[in-house]
């Protein structure tokens, strides 16, 4: 029966060489897993195209609305929502969301509030009139339809 | 004892390509591209019950009308659209510099424009039954959805007269389109060139709630 032999010109230690990586990529994985957004975005959001882009001077006015289908569709239905902050919510509750938005600007600034609405392109126009009609009576009438810049075919 | 020529003890590099990676992927990662670009638009203020509604006549040659339905099929004009936005973009164009029966306002401005867009006008305006010209109520787009009109489609028109209204103004001061859209407002000379641009002819957009 042949005897195995050790060998012994193999080292026995563990290279630690790579240790500070390891240590980096588990600080980084914690990092990045660190939520930072404000909002989780429930719906569809496929922004439309468009060329003649304006773009908001100043950022603290600016209050999003997101409009689309629901991404949860078992849960929600195909319909599209209406969706602030992290909830979905009626038409009938955009007034008091404006107001709210509106008591953290300064007094002065209240009729500058720019509502960015973040429509999916397969909406229909009859929810954004709803919500349009809504911030009219809300007195928010500045009106930002986010789009992305559509580089012209040619 | 030398102590100088002690060897000092490396620093091992090898795993600096790793580190600068992982910073890499971890902006990559963090950075959220703000999308704070779109389409502004002014909502008209909320009926005031007690204001009676003023009954302003305005002439059918001084609205051009878009109507969209809800299987997304355009009437502009009265007539079954079939062209491209690029094309509504040039009728709403050819329709606000149209100067068919100019007001003294209207040849004041008319003066003024480069000789390009004389040229222009003379070539594709002076239509009788289009705008008078591009002064306030004057020359009204005009348009309606319906409520199943899909949003894509109203961006479309919404971008097509915007698009009309700031080739305007840009060839009025001799920029490009683009270059209009980058004007910088707080620039007070770009201010100044925004303002030219813009001075006696309003965006006349009107948007219609859908029914």
Same mark, same amino acid.
């Given at each position: 029966m042949p005897?195995? @032999?050790?060998?012994?010109?193999?080292?026995?230690? !563990?290279?630690?060489?790579?240790?500070?990586?390891?240590?980096?990529?588990?600080?980084?994985?914690?990092? /990045?897993?660190? /939520?930072?957004?404000?909002?989780?975005?429930? /719906?569809?959001? @496929?922004?439309?195209?468009?060329?003649?882009?304006?773009?908001?001077?100043?950022?603290?006015l600016v209050s999003y609305i997101y409009v689309g289908e629901p991404k949860n569709v078992s849960l929600y239905g195909s319909e599209p929502k209406i969706q602030i902050n992290d909830v979905f919510i009626t038409e009938e509750d955009i !007034?008091?969301? /404006?107001?709210?938005?509106?008591? @953290?600007?300064?007094e002065v600034e209240r009729d500058q509030i720019t509502m960015s609405m973040k429509v999916d392109v397969d909406v229909k126009m009859g929810i954004i009139s709803d919500v349009q009609q809504e911030l009219r009576k809300a007195n928010a009438l500045k009106i930002l339809y986010s789009t992305i810049k559509r580089v012209a075919e040619k | 004892?030398?102590?100088?020529?002690?060897?000092?003890?490396?620093?091992?590099?090898?795993?600096?390509? #790793? $580190?600068?990676?992982?910073?890499? $992927?971890?902006?990559?990662v963090t950075t959220t591209i703000a999308n704070d670009k779109g389409i502004l638009l002014r909502l008209p203020p909320p009926p005031d019950p007690l204001q009676e509604q003023l009954d302003i006549k305005i002439p059918d040659r001084n609205i051009f009308t878009i109507l969209a339905n809800s299987k997304d099929q355009l009437l502009v004009e009265g007539e079954p659209f079939e062209g491209s936005m690029d094309d509504l973009k040039n009728d709403v164009k050819k329709f606000i510099l149209n100067f068919g029966k100019p007001t003294p306002d209207g040849i004041e401005i008319y003066n003024s424009l480069p000789p390009q867009m004389k040229a222009f006008v003379n070539a594709n305006g002076r239509n009788p039954e289009s705008s008078d010209d591009p002064t306030s109520l004057k020359s009204i787009v005009s348009f309606k959805s319906?409520?199943?009109?899909?949003? #894509?489609?109203?961006?479309? $028109?919404? #971008?097509?007269?915007?698009?009309?209204?700031n080739e305007v103004y840009a060839s009025r001061v001799g920029i490009t389109t683009e270059e209009w859209l980058s004007l910088d407002r707080s620039n007070s000379m770009q201010k100044e060139m925004y303002n030219r641009g813009r001075s006696g002819i309003p965006r006349a957009i009107s948007i219609a709630e859908p029914d």
């Open positions: 005897k195995f @032999k050790k060998n012994s010109k193999t080292s026995e230690d !563990i290279p630690t060489a790579a240790l500070p990586d390891i240590i980096f990529m588990l600080l980084f994985f914690f990092m /990045v897993t660190t /939520v930072m957004r404000e909002t989780d975005i429930m /719906v569809k959001q @496929k922004i439309p195209r468009a060329t003649q882009l304006t773009k908001i001077e100043r950022k603290s !007034i008091g969301f /404006v107001n709210t938005e509106k008591d @953290k600007l300064d | 004892m030398p102590r100088g020529k002690k060897k000092l003890p490396e620093v091992s590099s090898g795993s600096m390509a #790793d $580190i600068a990676f992982l910073l890499l $992927i971890f902006f990559l319906a409520r199943g009109t899909s949003y #894509d489609l109203y961006v479309g $028109i919404l #971008d097509a007269m915007n698009a009309a209204y």
